[in-house]
């Protein structure tokens, strides 16, 4: 079973502090990671995406990938009221010459002004 | 502008009804994928297609059928044997998974299906 992890919060920071999300995933095999944004009532959002392993910066967004521990995190610099969001962690995999993605559960962000 | 659209935005239906959600995209992506989510819960792979007039079943699959005879268009029938078929429903596409890139998926607006 492939199964993905988060801590389902809520994760409250201060306005202008780092936020951190961390995942973890069952399946050595997978190869690709995501993080995608999801307001309340509304579909996710891709903010980033992740295949190898160490850092990748897109902003105030970076993803760190560790294969070895099967870890992934999403760092939220310099977090705003509008970061206010549930943040999903995806690991594809692939099976029958295509990819499928495994969702967490979430993990509810909150940012205090 | 490019994107994916699905309608209707919330659809009530009775139990033991029929209901097609319906899912378009116009980003020439290959593969279309149908979610459902619940309340705290992750998203669940439903149905998937790689090409026209081929599609998988995904995780929970039972009470649900799809058609995919164009590219653009990947429609979803939730029947009335899906027991709890209440819930979060989102069509998804990407880009062809050929190559060393990875497989980004970009998620429709959703439609929040109710069923009494």
């Known amino acids: 079973q492939k199964e993905v992890e988060q801590n389902s919060g809520p994760l409250s920071v201060p306005e202008g502090a780092i936020a951190s999300l961390n995942c973890t995933y069952s399946?050595?095999?997978?190869?690709?990671f995501f993080w995608y944004r999801q307001y309340s009532g509304k579909s996710p959002e891709l903010i980033m995406s992740i295949y190898s392993n160490g850092d990748k910066e897109d902003g105030r967004f970076t993803a760190q990938l560790n294969k070895a521990s099967q870890y992934v995190s999403l760092l939220i610099r310099d977090s705003q009221p509008s970061d206010s969001a549930t943040y999903l962690c995806a690991a594809a995999y692939s099976g029958a010459g295509s990819y499928q993605l495994t969702f967490g559960k979430g993990t509810k962000l909150s940012v205090i002004p | 502008d490019g994107g994916i659209t699905q309608s209707p935005k919330y659809l009530f239906r009775k139990e033991g009804q029929n209901v097609t959600l319906s899912c378009e995209q116009n980003?020439?992506?290959?593969?279309m994928y149908w979610y459902r989510q619940d309340p705290g819960q992750g998203l669940r792979l439903i149905y998937y297609s790689q090409i026209v007039n081929d599609f998988q079943k995904g995780d929970i699959a039972e009470g649900y059928s799809v058609s995919r005879e164009k590219k653009e268009s990947f429609p979803l029938t939730v029947t009335s044997a899906q027991k709890n078929p209440t819930a979060f429903y989102l069509c998804a596409s990407s880009i062809p998974t050929s190559g060393r890139a990875p497989p980004e998926q970009y998620f429709g607006p959703g439609t929040r299906l109710t069923v009494t």
């Open positions: 980003l020439n992506h290959d593969a």
């Open positions: 399946d050595r095999g997978s190869q690709s």
